[in-house]
């Protein structure tokens, strides 16, 4: 295990506080896999860690595991993902790299994450080299500017069953917004989630890490577009919910230490699944990602 991985392994949020640098280094340093053998990586998760691994934090080390199998001059520019089983936080979980094909434009990896024997979650990712061509992008919404909206526990006051203090909180939030478990006694549900996020500190100059970090940010907030559908939440009502599959398409440079707006919206919901698609779009307007994710939902 590496130094950063002992780190790691202390927790990311101890305290119950609101993250900042030192939570934000802890979230880089569970990036930081272990190379155990070639195309063998083995990453930990938190110390303080809810029942389950954290759905954005195996996604990230998963893509990390990729990389780390690529040429630096490519960038990774999409990934399909399955959630299969839940990751136990006790025990280390190892990814096994597949070199599917190296082209010369496009660079495509597989990987498995494995515990107790088992996959727990499977991950293909493409990497391409940069070039040019014909280019176009839907306008970002027009919202207020971060700065000028409550923070997540300024938002989260007065509401003591959300279980806040089991959020990663290396990612600072701001909901455009009522969140939804306000709206759900209001009834009156924004049709889009809108969400601005950034990384709670600064990151390092290392592409795939900024690409990484945003893909552990995209699992978050994305379902409660399903949820406010229907007036419910997490914690506060009977909702067993877990993500099934995910997908990201990166389609622009960005900084995940930036503030990036995460535009969502639920289209269509049915036999216990819920699916909710976003759109990420940095703060001058580029759209940088989109995300398209189903979950498990089942309101008991």
């Known amino acids: 295990m590496t130094e950063l991985a002992r780190q790691a392994a202390t927790g990311l949020d101890t305290d119950g506080g609101t993250g900042g640098q030192e939570v934000l280094d802890r979230l880089v340093a569970l990036l930081d896999l272990e190379r155990i053998e070639e195309n063998i990586y083995r990453g930990v998760s938190p110390a303080h860690s809810p029942t389950r691994v954290f759905g954005g934090q195996v996604a990230g080390q998963a893509l990390v595991a990729a990389g780390r199998t690529v040429p630096e001059d490519r960038g ?70 971060p700065e000028s909206l409550p923070t997540l ?33 209001t009834g009156e549900p924004p049709e889009r989630n809108r969400v601005w996020m950034r ?30 559908r229907h007036g419910v939440y997490w914690d506060l009502d009977k909702v067993l919910g877990a993500s099934l599959d995910h997908a990201l398409w990166f389609h622009r440079p960005f900084r995940a230490d930036e503030w990036f707006l995460y535009d969502s919206t639920s289209p269509t919901a049915s036999g216990g699944r819920g699916l909710a698609t976003g759109r990420l779009f940095a703060r001058d307007g580029a759209h940088i990602a989109t995300v398209v994710q189903e979950g498990l939902i089942r309101v008991l």
């Open 76 to 145: 990774v520019h999409s990934l399909h993902a399955y959630f299969i089983r839940p990751g136990d936080p006790e025990v280390p979980i190892v990814y096994e790299v597949d070199r599917i094909r190296d082209g010369r434009s496009f660079t495509t990896r597989r990987v498995v994450a494995v515990q107790h024997g088992k996959a727990i979650f499977s991950l293909s990712a493409s990497f391409q080299i940069t070039e040019s061509g014909v280019e176009h992008g839907e306008p970002m919404p027009d919202v207020p500017d």
């Open 199 to 228: 990384a709670d500190g600064t990151l390092p100059d290392d592409r795939l890490l900024h690409v990484c970090v945003l893909a552990y940010a995209s699992d978050m907030t994305l379902l409660d577009s399903v949820l406010a």
């Open 153 to 185: 526990p300024q938002r989260a006051e007065g509401y003591a069953g959300l279980g806040l203090r089991a959020l990663p909180r290396p990612i600072d939030l701001r909901y455009v917004h009522d969140p939804p478990w306000v709206t759900r006694t």
